[in-house]
């Protein structure tokens, strides 16, 4: 029984081999020039301004990432519902339970919008 599973054994020692020879040979022949302008934070292109424990950020960037990826999950909801729409046995139900999903994400569009979480400032 044992020996059905010595195929995929062998080839998760190869592979991990190999992994880890990669890792081994680009260790060894990467280039080290380490100095202090080349080891300083970055971002954004410009010059880190103070600590980086000190003062706020702006998180609107996430709070538009996390919108787009509640929108786009809508979108996902909405194709199969969408191709079944011509279909003669749709339920009214069914249109009904969809469109107060719509509304309640259209809601929460609005509010987004009314808070100012979609102005890029």
Not at 63 to 73: E, G, N, Q, S, Y
Request: hydrophobic share 60%; glycine share 6%; aromatic share 18%.
């Amino acid at each position: 029984m044992l020996l059905s599973y010595l195929p995929i054994l062998i080839m998760i020692g190869f592979v991990s081999f190999m992994g880890l020879a990669v890792l081994f040979v680009s260790y060894l022949f990467r280039p080290s020039n380490p100095y202090p302008e080349k080891l300083t934070a970055w971002e954004c292109g410009l010059a880190p301004i103070g600590e980086a424990n000190q003062g706020h950020f702006r998180v609107h960037f996430f709070v538009i990432a996390i919108l787009f990826v509640i929108f786009d999950v809508e979108t996902l909801f909405l194709f199969p519902w969408a191709t079944l729409l011509g279909d003669k046995s749709i339920s009214v139900f069914l249109f009904v339970e969809m469109l107060v999903f719509v509304v309640v994400l259209a809601a929460g569009l609005v509010y987004a919008w009314a808070k100012g979480a979609l102005e890029w400032i």
